[in-house]
């Protein structure tokens, strides 16, 4: 018996992507998966040491994993001409926050990267992802980059956009932001990294053709979502995109980890290495 340590946010569409896994719809051959659930940063921290098989982490992080672990083709999440946004109490453009404040939901996020090439002049104030908002609304930072279900109830917040990440990036190249993805440490061996893949994408699969049982099983983790709005969530990260990077894809985040080497950000060149199935 195998015991695979399998990591994921603990958001709604990480869940409806492993609902299928954790809920014994496939076939495992063997592999007992253990599921653990951490906010992205701690993931990202705990991949530098190498502690889990498999785990999700920003695409960013992965700039500083890939002597360790390698990138599974199934379950990214893209932003598709949307992504992290950008959000003041009171309107803001790009010029206005300048040398200015803004909480961050961690260093190694991909949002940050984000940011960090959409305007490199500001003061990040590292703050747990789910107290952003709360943080911008009392006035205690200037603005704040929003991940996860933030993205969608800023505006009830009384928040305004200043800029979507995902949005301004289609602009720069055209191409879809690579926001997370699964990677699997390279020491598994290629019968068992190819084994755990398929289990991955036959878990997406079976939540996209089985989308209201996925979306109840996601429900306990939408954090204050209504039914609608989780669905709408799931969707933006749990797509086509989810099962498959494809050619676009692959583009996609060879092209982000570029320009954050040629900007600075990130601090070394990235050889980036996705599992064929």
Do not use: C
Request: charged share 25%; no cysteine; aromatic share 8%.
């Amino acid at each position: 018996m195998t015991t695979i340590h399998l990591a994921h946010s603990p958001d709604s569409d990480d869940a409806f992507m492993f609902y299928a896994l954790a809920s014994g719809k496939v076939d495992t051959q063997g592999i007992t998966y253990v599921h653990e659930l951490q906010d992205i940063e701690s993931l990202n921290q705990r991949a530098t040491r190498a502690e889990l098989e498999v785990t999700a982490v920003s695409i960013h992080a992965y700039a500083y994993l890939a002597d360790t672990y390698a990138l599974l083709p199934h379950g990214s999440s893209m932003g598709d001409r949307y992504g992290p946004r950008l959000v003041a109490k009171t309107p803001m453009t790009k010029a206005d926050i300048k040398g200015k404040r803004i909480a961050i939901p961690g260093p190694l996020t991909t949002a940050y990267l984000a940011l960090k090439l959409y305007e490199p002049d500001f003061i990040p104030v590292q703050t747990p992802f789910d107290q952003i908002e709360d943080r911008v609304i009392a006035g205690e930072v200037d603005a704040g980059l929003l991940i996860h279900e933030g993205q969608l109830t800023y505006a009830d917040n009384g928040l305004h956009l200043i800029a979507d990440m995902g949005e301004w990036w289609y602009q720069e190249t055209g191409l879809p932001l690579p926001l997370g993805g699964n990677i699997i440490r390279k020491d598994l061996g290629m019968e068992l990294t190819q084994k755990i893949s398929r289990h991955l994408r036959a878990s997406i699969a079976y939540g996209l053709e089985h989308r209201q049982a996925a979306l109840d099983h996601s429900m306990q983790y939408a954090r204050g979502l209504d039914r609608g709005k989780a669905d709408e969530f799931v969707g933006m990260y749990v797509n086509d995109w989810t099962l498959d990077y494809g050619e676009r894809g692959k583009l996609a985040v060879r092209t982000l980890l570029d320009r954050g080497v040629k900007a600075g950000i990130i601090t070394k060149n990235v050889d980036v290495e996705f599992v064929e199935d």
